[in-house]
């Protein structure tokens, strides 16, 4: 009865809020393009909302420090894929403008 049912509570939280060492993998090695990437960010997301709703535990306080670095490399990750991505679409243009004035200079 209560200890199934306290068992399966406790299981259920830990899953919850237990940062795994292949979650930690996924979110610094794996590129931001990939599904494992995104899935990675969909359970970090699950986690750091459990957190907050679980501030006044201790588990949340010894997550928190690990969730926080986790949501800023991964932060960092999608910020430069978009920059290079912004980058790759600036350049034919930049060269396409350069190649113009250039040929408007011998008019």
């Excluded at 899935?39 to 997550?63: C, I, M, N, P, Y």
Aim: proline share 3%; glycine share 2%.
């Amino acid at each position: 009865g209560n200890r199934k049912e306290l068992k399966s509570k406790l299981s259920s939280f830990l899953d919850s809020i237990v940062v795994s060492p292949k979650l930690v993998e996924t979110i610094v090695n794996v590129p931001v393009v990939e599904q494992a990437f995104v899935d990675g960010l969909h359970d970090l997301d699950k986690k750091l909302q459990f957190a907050e709703s679980e501030q006044h535990t201790l588990a949340s306080h010894d997550v928190a420090d690990v969730l926080d670095k986790l949501k800023t490399k991964a932060t960092i990750k999608i910020r430069l894929y978009i920059l290079e991505k912004v980058n790759e679409y600036k350049k034919p243009m930049s060269n396409y403008q350069v190649l113009q004035e250039t040929l408007l200079k011998y008019k």
